[in-house]
């Protein structure tokens, strides 16, 4: 991943309700949830709600795929997981670290 995509992907994720809503999305599954579903969960309205999932689809961060009149978002998993590898990709002064990176990789526990 390059730096430029990988911070259009943080700012896209510095907002709380962005936020509120990846995460959702990434509890979600790769089904994900209708877009009723995902304001209802978080109490957002729909115009507001709609500029947020722009953002986080411009980011590349989730998808859409309409079903009948429902329009549903999933969380890009690929997208998360290039983001966690760009992010970790120098922990433990570049050596292969054993612990995975949500398990705390760069807390010293690799030296």
Do not use: W
Not at 20 to 44: H, K, N, Q, Y
Not at 98 to 105: D, K, L, R, T
């Amino acid at each position: 991943m390059e730096s430029k995509v990988a911070v259009t992907t943080l700012a896209a994720l510095a907002q709380e309700t962005r936020l509120s809503i990846f995460r959702l999305l990434v509890t979600a599954g790769p089904e994900g949830l209708a877009v009723g579903r995902i304001g209802e969960a978080l109490g957002v309205a729909p115009a507001t709600l709609s500029f947020h999932l722009k953002e986080l689809a411009h980011a590349g961060l989730v998808g859409t795929r309409q079903e009948g009149r429902f329009i549903y978002y999933s969380a890009n998993y690929a997208a998360m997981n290039e983001l966690l590898s760009f992010l970790t990709e120098n922990c433990c002064n570049g050596a292969p670290c054993s612990i995975p990176a949500a398990a705390g990789c760069c807390d010293g526990a690799c030296n």
